[in-house]
């Protein structure tokens, strides 16, 4: 069975895009899967708490040094820093590529400031002295040391990969299945703080993934339903919200049927769910449903009075 090998691409993002494109290309190519940065923020202690999870579960780690030493954590080191910190704790097999003449880096693409510079120099001091490292100048000769590393490390020492669901017998998978959860849990957190920052687009991506993994969480899809409430595309919010109605009826998955009807201008439909939530226990959506269905009926005598 042809094993695939996850690894985990960190840097500075912005000065080094280019780079970490032909990074991830070559990896594509090596027959690995690479996780970066772009995909998971860790721009705070909380989604920092999820990058080491993700760190955990990767076979290999590669560390990209530009001219930046990046965006600081609490504790006074970069985020790149911790990540790569980490990685050597969790004794995860670590290649580092530094920039073999920092110097010559254009200005817009360096530390701005003396403290930043030294930060980096420290860290490129730290990570040469630990580490075998190779020196890059270029996009192109970066991509080509990556692809002769890579190949070689999976030659010499393959880490332990994955295999397709398919090919695992059974019992294997339920096994997988059943670890999902923590992360499902994990990927719904980020989701939702993106999506109280009206941040749609990355709620989107972390919730499609908590959707991939997960397609029949009540948590997931009531979340998913409620992120196109908020984009105000009620119609897609009806599509998740029915289907949480058809796994679980209870008054207030009554009321989200109904408010997203509502805003579809389906007003009569919008009535039948908001009394069919009334026939069921309170869940604390009781007096929201009896507050809705009196807009309901005041909205129609208005509308009564204004055709009269």
Not at 33 to 57: A, L, R, W
Not at 230 to 259: G, I, P, V
Request: hydrophobic residues 35%.
């Amino acid at each position: 069975m042809k094993k695939k090998y996850t690894v985990f691409l960190s840097s500075t993002y912005e000065d080094l895009r280019e780079e970490r494109n032909e990074v991830i290309h070559t990896l594509l190519e090596a027959n690995c899967v690479p996780c970066g940065m772009e995909y998971f923020p860790s721009d705070n202690d909380k989604q920092f708490t999820f990058i080491k999870s993700v760190i955990d579960e990767c076979d290999y780690y590669i560390l990209i040094i530009g001219g930046r030493y990046g965006s600081i954590g609490k504790d006074g080191l970069s985020y790149t820093e911790m990540e790569y910190r980490y990685a050597v704790e969790k004794k995860i097999p670590v290649f580092a590529f530094i920039h073999n003449d920092i110097d010559s880096i254009s200005v817009g693409k360096s530390e701005q400031n003396e403290q930043g510079r030294e930060k980096l120099k420290t860290f490129i001091q730290t990570v040469s002295q630990s580490q075998m490292v190779k020196y890059w100048s270029g996009k192109d000769d970066l991509a080509k040391k990556v692809s002769t590393t890579m190949i070689s490390a999976i030659d010499r020492h393959p880490a332990v990969g994955w295999i397709r669901g398919n090919f695992l017998p059974e019992e294997l998978v339920s096994v997988f299945d059943k670890d999902s959860s923590s992360l499902v849990k994990v990927l719904l957190e980020i989701a939702t703080q993106y999506k109280s920052q009206k941040n749609f687009e990355k709620a989107h991506l972390f919730l499609e993934w908590s959707y991939s993994l997960s397609p029949e969480s009540m948590d997931v899809i009531r979340e998913y339903g409620g992120l196109y409430y908020d984009e105000k595309n009620f119609t897609m919010a009806l599509k998740y919200w029915n289907k949480l109605l058809r796994m679980q009826k209870s008054c207030y998955h009554y009321c989200l049927c109904a408010y997203a009807n509502y805003y579809l201008g389906h007003t009569v439909k919008a009535k039948e769910y908001i009394n069919s939530a009334l026939n069921f226990p309170d869940d604390g959506y009781r007096n929201r449903a009896k507050e809705f269905l009196a807009k309901l009926e005041s909205d129609g005598n208005n509308e009564i009075i204004k055709r009269s």
